[in-house]
């Protein structure tokens, strides 16, 4: 699941231990808007670009196609 938390990070939930791998693909994607990732064992923490036009709804789609 991916909760917004705020105009610059979201939170991004994920199986226990895969959290890693997603990062890693989300960091390989180099979507616009994404400036990095930091990923624990279930949990992402996705840093936003403040310079960023694309909106939360749009980078949620983005990041749930991966």
């Known amino acids: ?9 979201m939170v991004v939930r994920t199986a226990t231990g895969a959290a890693n791998f997603l990062a ?3 960091d390989q994607a ?7 990732t930091i990923a624990g064992d279930d949990t ?4 936003l670009s403040s310079s960023s ?9 983005r990041i749930e196609r991966l």
């Open 53 to 61: 036009v694309v909106d939360l709804q749009t980078m949620r789609e």
């Open 1 to 9: 699941s991916i909760i917004s938390a705020g105009d610059s990070l």
């Open 44 to 47: 992402i923490f996705v840093a």
């Open 30 to 36: 180099e979507l616009p808007g994404v400036a990095g």
């Open 24 to 26: 890693l693909l989300i």
